[in-house]
């Protein structure tokens, strides 16, 4: 395997050692699966995620749906929600900043996330929105624009880590990780534990992670975290990263009980790449997913749960910290 980058003080807790510790006692499913397991996920996801990941579960959800749950005010808060230029993230800056919200939009394209903005700030009226151009494979850029961030910015209520990749060819970064590891999962890890403390002193903080239902399709494979075992399956890599992201989400709960962690499934739409990526978008519904992250981050309550069109397996839901989002 690859060795990781090193971290950081603020980072330095080991990722391999988090991915693969398991609490039976706080109630949590084992984080590492044995092979025969694999049989058994293939087919729990082909029974219960056709009922619940696909356009039936879409349909199914949406006859609760009242859109009168998300009118709800978030003035005072604020957002950072990564890849907000475009699908999903841009569809939740949009709905923050129609609601009052400060949104910080952290994308890798500069020109891009400026039209972005702009459209944000010209249909909410609301000129709080700023722009951070990062790159999220390029994990050590990830630490600095977040240790800056903290001396800039003096609270942040909201992380929501959307931005994503799927490379169908195995390439690695300039430090050496598999791109869609670095993406998906080390640039994640490193951009909210390095804002866990500016969170933690923040009024009702919370983070939202963007993972996918195809994460039932994976065991977790922590002795192979950047797929260089075997063939290389783009999808099958993006849906070990989805699982490695909900591990993660559990791990942060148990450490962070004053942060409310939330894991969830969006919906399934193409959502844009720019062509120079090399890399195809994972398929994801940009606006039954914003709304169940405008319901994550207003309220917790079991209406709210509702109102997201797509699952976002909200299992338990405690007032305002510990982990609201468990997948099985």
Not at 194 to 220: A, Y
Not at 281 to 309: I, T
Request: proline content about 5%; charged content about 20%; glycine content about 8%.
């Amino acid at each position: 395997m690859a060795p990781l980058p090193c971290l950081p003080a603020s980072c330095d807790t080991d990722l391999s050692q988090w991915l693969t510790s398991t609490d039976k006692s706080e109630g949590f499913p084992p984080l590492v699966h044995s092979d025969n397991m694999s049989v058994y996920r293939n087919a729990i996801w082909f029974l219960n995620g056709v009922h619940h990941y696909t356009r039936k579960g879409y349909e199914a959800a949406s006859k609760d749906f009242q859109p009168q749950q998300l009118d709800v005010s978030v003035v005072g808060r604020s957002f950072m929600v990564t890849g907000a230029n475009s699908g999903i993230g841009r569809a939740t800056a949009m709905a923050i900043a129609k609601r009052g919200g400060t949104v910080h939009m952290v994308c890798r394209n500069k020109q891009k996330a400026e039209e972005a903005r702009l459209d944000i700030v010209n249909e909410s009226g609301n000129t709080e929105v700023h722009i951070h151009v990062v790159d999220m494979s390029e994990t050590h850029k990830v630490w600095a624009f977040a240790e800056a961030f903290k001396k800039q910015y003096s609270s942040l209520n909201v992380l929501i880590n959307n931005a994503g990749c799927m490379m169908h060819k195995r390439e690695v970064n300039a430090e050496g990780l598999e791109k869609n590891f670095a993406t998906n999962t080390m640039g994640v890890y490193i951009l909210t534990q390095s804002l866990i403390p500016l969170l933690q002193k923040s009024r009702d903080p919370r983070v939202i992670t963007v993972s996918s239902g195809g994460m039932l399709v994976q065991k977790l494979r922590a002795d192979d975290l950047q797929s260089e075992r075997g063939s290389f399956d783009g999808v099958m890599v993006y849906s070990q990263n989805k699982r490695q992201q909900v591990v993660l989400t559990q791990q942060w709960a148990k450490a962070n009980p004053t942060i409310h962690f939330s894991v969830m499934h969006p919906g399934w739409v193409d959502t844009p790449v720019p062509p120079d990526d090399g890399a195809e978008a994972a398929q994801r519904g940009a606006r039954s997913g914003h709304c169940c992250m405008v319901g994550l981050v207003s309220s917790c309550s079991q209406n709210m749960q509702r109102a997201a069109l797509s699952r976002s397996q909200t299992n338990r839901c405690p007032p305002a910290s510990g982990l609201d989002s468990q997948f099985s």
